[in-house]
């Protein structure tokens, strides 16, 4: 039999001779399970709003992207966009046009990202499950147009019901800047509103969709594009996607590069990765100090329990059996409220999963909050409170039952 831990849970079940004791022992387990369910529900927040965020970027960027190394555009030709192609994984492929540009509508003006897509992306596009007003398409007849950001809409008070153009301008590149008629060196294009969508804040406030060839005409472009982006189908695994990569990079050498998502987009990704672990330390934290009501309880029952240990040293017990003792019960204690923590975050955070009974204010994309239950945030947070509340345990143990600290 382990007689410490015997002990020690003796100690942690049985009544104190002083009743406060007690309560702040029971303040301490429950804080320490306020503290743990609270990093499980957080945590598991995070992740579902991160997850969606990922989806709705998911939607304008491509699982790979290929761009030139050098420079802004290139000519996709060759046998490796073929072989692409022909891969089963590959979904689809499109060229990309975009740039910055100046755009005026109805004597309002803005810069924008134009983003000239082909007909592969036009008609395979997830960007048509997003659309808030009119339908998407780039073409209506020999008519060009536009699918435009929900937030530049707004500030242009652009609409798919009105008949007014949109103007897009860019300084020529062929053409020298003329001081005398700075017009002239300026290229436009007019393209019609058919849709406006919504996908996240940052993409609608600058995102504005129109067929490649009329950007390559502002542009004054020929065959040339910016990127080409590549879809992979449904279900195909993230290390199929790392080796696709790989392939394509080597078979198209150092004069390009393949970017996957988290490359497209690398800052807000890192972003994300340091949001999530700056709230997960400041609710350890929080549970540091939560925690120190277990170095008050414990105190006060080293203190109560003298008699205890002059019998059990009496009887032969060593002061590291006597250290061991206590430093298991101010354990047992934040153990316990982990424990408790523990059911109640992830028995919360599943209902909210697969329920959602706690839905999201105003008109969000998603009607309840979002929430996925990660498996190994559950088991950072049980080793972080698990080592907390032992470290905190041994700090009394040190000062009152050390070498040169022997209670009268």
Same mark, same amino acid.
């Given at each position: 039999?382990?007689?410490?831990f015997?002990?020690?849970?003796?100690?942690l079940?049985?009544?104190?001779?002083?009743?406060?004791?007690?309560?702040?022992?029971?303040?301490?387990?429950?804080?320490?399970?306020? &503290?743990?369910?609270?990093?499980?529900?957080?945590?598991?927040?995070?992740n579902g709003?991160?997850?969606? %965020?990922?989806?709705m970027?998911?939607?304008?960027?491509?699982?790979?992207?290929?761009?030139?190394?050098?420079?802004?555009?290139?000519v996709?030709?060759?046998?490796?966009?073929?072989?692409?192609?022909?891969?089963?994984?590959?979904?689809?492929?499109?060229?990309?046009?975009?740039?910055?540009?100046?755009?005026?509508?109805?004597?309002?003006?803005?810069?924008?990202?134009? /983003?000239?897509?082909?007909?592969?992306?036009?008609?395979?596009?997830p960007? /048509?499950?997003?659309?808030?007003?009119?339908?998407?398409?780039?073409?209506?007849?020999?008519?060009?147009?536009?699918?435009?950001g929900?937030?530049?809409?707004?500030?242009m008070?652009?609409s798919?019901?009105?008949?007014?153009?949109?103007?897009?301008?860019?300084?020529?590149?062929t053409?020298?800047?003329?001081?005398?008629?700075?017009?002239a060196?300026?290229e436009?294009?007019?393209v019609?509103?058919?849709?406006?969508f919504?996908?996240?804040?940052?993409?609608? *406030?600058?995102?504005?969709?129109?067929?490649?060839?009329?950007?390559?005409?502002?542009?004054?472009?020929?065959?040339?594009v910016?990127?080409v982006? %590549?879809?992979?189908?449904?279900?195909? &695994?993230?290390?199929?996607?790392?080796?696709?990569? /790989?392939?394509?990079?080597?078979?198209?050498?150092?004069?390009?590069?393949v970017?996957?998502?988290?490359?497209?987009?690398?800052? @807000?990704?890192?972003?994300m /990765?340091?949001e999530?672990?700056?709230?997960?330390? %400041?609710?350890?934290?929080?549970?540091?100090? %939560?925690?120190?009501?277990?170095? &008050?309880?414990?105190?006060?029952?080293?203190?109560?329990?003298?008699?205890?240990?002059?019998?059990?040293?009496?009887?032969?017990?060593?002061?590291?059996?006597?250290?061991?003792?206590?430093?298991?019960?101010?354990?047992?204690i934040?153990?316990?409220?982990?424990?408790? &923590?523990?059911?109640?975050?992830?028995?919360?955070?599943?209902?909210?999963?697969?329920?959602?009974?706690i839905?999201?204010?105003?008109?969000?994309?998603?009607?309840?909050?979002?929430?996925?239950?990660?498996?190994?945030?559950?088991?950072?947070?049980?080793?972080?409170?698990?080592v907390?509340?032992?470290?905190? *345990?041994?700090?009394?143990?040190?000062?009152? @039952?050390?070498?040169n600290?022997?209670?009268?």
């Amino acid at each position: 039999m382990n007689l410490p831990f015997y002990i020690a849970r003796r100690y942690l079940v049985a009544k104190k001779s002083h009743n406060v004791i007690n309560i702040i022992s029971a303040i301490s387990a429950a804080g320490m399970a306020v &503290g743990t369910a609270a990093l499980v529900i957080i945590m598991s927040i995070y992740n579902g709003f991160d997850s969606l %965020i990922k989806t709705m970027m998911g939607n304008v960027e491509a699982d790979l992207v290929i761009v030139p190394a050098q420079g802004k555009t290139f000519v996709p030709e060759g046998e490796v966009y073929d072989w692409i192609y022909e891969q089963e994984d590959v979904k689809n492929m499109c060229c990309v046009l975009q740039e910055q540009v100046f755009i005026s509508y109805d004597g309002k003006q803005s810069l924008c990202r134009a /983003k000239g897509v082909d007909w592969v992306f036009e008609e395979e596009t997830p960007v /048509k499950g997003y659309i808030k007003d009119g339908e998407f398409r780039l073409h209506k007849g020999d008519i060009p147009m536009a699918c435009v950001g929900a937030s530049l809409a707004w500030d242009m008070g652009i609409s798919p019901r009105f008949l007014s153009p949109i103007e897009l301008y860019f300084p020529s590149r062929t053409r020298k800047i003329s001081l005398s008629n700075p017009a002239a060196s300026i290229e436009s294009i007019k393209v019609w509103p058919s849709s406006i969508f919504s996908i996240s804040n940052d993409i609608d *406030a600058e995102l504005l969709i129109l067929p490649i060839e009329k950007m390559r005409e502002l542009l004054e472009y020929d065959d040339e594009v910016s990127a080409v982006e %590549i879809r992979v189908e449904n279900g195909v &695994g993230n290390d199929r996607i790392k080796d696709l990569q /790989k392939e394509i990079s080597a078979r198209l050498g150092e004069g390009f590069r393949v970017k996957n998502r988290y490359q497209q987009n690398e800052s @807000l990704y890192k972003m994300m /990765k340091y949001e999530k672990a700056a709230i997960y330390m %400041i609710l350890i934290f929080i549970i540091i100090i %939560i925690a120190f009501n277990i170095f &008050g309880s414990l105190s006060m029952l080293i203190i109560e329990k003298q008699g205890d240990i002059a019998t059990l040293r009496s009887m032969g017990a060593g002061e590291k059996t006597i250290r061991r003792i206590f430093s298991l019960e101010g354990w047992m204690i934040s153990l316990s409220g982990l424990a408790v &923590g523990l059911i109640f975050g992830i028995g919360f955070s599943l209902a909210q999963q697969h329920w959602g009974f706690i839905k999201m204010p105003g008109s969000f994309i998603v009607q309840a909050y979002p929430i996925i239950l990660s498996w190994s945030d559950i088991l950072l947070t049980v080793s972080g409170v698990a080592v907390i509340g032992y470290l905190i *345990a041994l700090l009394p143990v040190g000062m009152y @039952l050390g070498k040169n600290h022997s209670l009268k």
